[in-house]
């Protein structure tokens, strides 16, 4: 079976790892601290604070910006839905707004008429690797003050007009789950450029305490979110190892396009020019006059043919948990889009093997 998604380990994740382990520092340690400058200098941003997954890093953002209680907070309605869960259970309200038909990201002139004097962040995520348009975006948060929180859990590495994704908005979340660009198994990364929000980020990520200023005492009611030391060894180890990661997944990318650029029946995520993507999945539409068998279909005959696929994400619409208004460039796409095995280790014989098989199932 060709897995949909596989991290690659170069070696030196063992021995950190193990370091770590025989330090004895196996909750908070070095490889934290290191971790997180190693993060500031690859993305070029002066704070970074690691945490132990990307939903806490997301969750976090919200409590540094003070997203509450009556507040709106506005995320696209495909994508992993991360974004709106963390809104509701901060007693917030998702409000879901339609994706590009083609990038699949963010659609900004839906912005505009979904922004209301209650909302207190815009969520622009990065999905499979693309990269929200946004100039746009910002554009519209910066005319109305709204903070924007980039989701880069999809698509760390990956350039906006030459700047890194994350960094460019008020916040920006990675995850580092064992399917994303880098990983330390469970873990994430909350990023910006202003002192204030990475000291609540701090804050609410360890207990509400500032150790340094009095220990046991709560300057706020705080999570738990912190990453282990064991798991920040992790992290150091495939930092020092994401150009190649980045090398990696943008030939896989070639890759697959060579083969599908141009394919009748399927129709691929475009990605803006502005946009330098590092692929975290590359998904495609099927056009349902050539698969008339229908994509759940057609991942169960991929899983025939050997090959494990992922159907794009439901739209908030169709979701009950969430109050959405009817989305249908979302709705179309969670009907009809499928994403394929993407992985630094794939070569050119297992993505000529994985296009043929679809190319099969084609009427
Ligand atoms: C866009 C996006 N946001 C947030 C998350 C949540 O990250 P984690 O699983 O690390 O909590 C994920 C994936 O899992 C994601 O794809």
Redesign the pocket.
Known sequence: MIPWAKPTLFGKEERYVQEALRSTWISGGPFVDRLEKDFCETLQVPFAAVVS???AA?HLAYLALGVGHQDEVIVPGF??Q??ANIAILCGARPVFVEVDPATWCLDPSALESAITPRTRAIVP?H?YGNVCDLTAILSVARSRGTPVVE?V??SMMSEWEGRQAGTIGTIGTY???ATKTITTG?G?MVVTRDPELDQRVRLFRSHGMLRERRYYWHEAPGHNFRLTNLQAAMGCAQLESIQEIVARRRAVHAMYRRELDGESGVTLQHFDARVMPVLWALALKLDPGAFPQGRDRVIDQMRELDVECRPGFYAASQQPIYDSLALPVCEDLARNVISLPTFPDLTEELVHTICQGLRKLKR
């Open positions: 997954n990307g939903t997301l994508a992993y991360a974004a995520i999905t989701d859990s999809e995850s580092f789950h469970e994430g």
